[in-house]
C-alpha cells in the first residue's frame, strides 16, 4: 500500500479540492453557495489570510482534505488553531488519512507558534471521535452558536 502524503493546495488544486468539499457538505447535510466556496477558496491561497487548506494524496489520488483558521485567544499569548473542516473520501477511510491531516495541522500549528489546535464534530459522529478520542483531548464545553442575519 502506498503512503498517505498531506500537501498544501495550490492554485491549479481547485477542480481535485472540490469533489472534497461537496463531500463534507453531504456528509454534514449542508450546502454552502457557490459564492462562498469560491471566496473560501480565494482565501486559502491568499498570502495575508490566516485561512489554510491541504489535501492527502495516496498516489495520485485525492482522498482527503483539512481546513484550518489561526486566531487571536484572549487565554492565550499566541494564537489558537481551529481545525475547521476534515474530510476522508470513502476510498481513503480507514488507511489512517484523518490522522495524517491533524498531524499535518499540529505540524503546521507548532511552526506558526500556536497554543494549541481545536475542532468541533458532531456528536452522532461516532467514527471519527474514535480517532479525535486518542489523538486530542475532550474540553468538556458545549458549543452553540446563533446565525447572525
Not at 93 to 99: A, F, I, P, Q
Amino acid at each position: 500500500m502506498k503512503s498517505v502524503e498531506i500537501r498544501g493546495i495550490e492554485s491549479k488544486d481547485f477542480d481535485i479540492w472540490l469533489p472534497l468539499w461537496k463531500g463534507y457538505q453531504r456528509f454534514y447535510e449542508v450546502d454552502i453557495s457557490e459564492h462562498v466556496t469560491l471566496e473560501t477558496w480565494k482565501r486559502f491561497l491568499a498570502p495575508t489570510e490566516p485561512m489554510h487548506a491541504a489535501l492527502a494524496m495516496i498516489g495520485e489520488q485525492v482522498v482527503g482534505l483539512v481546513h484550518s483558521i489561526y486566531h487571536r485567544s484572549a487565554w492565550t499569548m499566541n494564537d489558537d488553531c481551529y481545525l475547521q473542516d476534515l474530510f476522508v473520501a470513502s476510498g481513503g477511510r480507514g488507511l489512517g488519512v484523518g490522522r495524517a491531516l491533524i498531524e499535518h495541522v499540529y505540524a503546521d500549528a507548532k511552526r506558526h507558534g500556536a497554543s494549541r489546535v481545536y475542532w468541533l464534530t458532531q456528536e452522532s459522529n461516532h467514527n471519527a471521535k474514535q480517532l479525535y478520542d486518542r489523538i486530542a483531548d475532550r474540553s468538556g464545553f458545549i458549543h452553540y452558536r446563533k446565525p447572525i442575519t
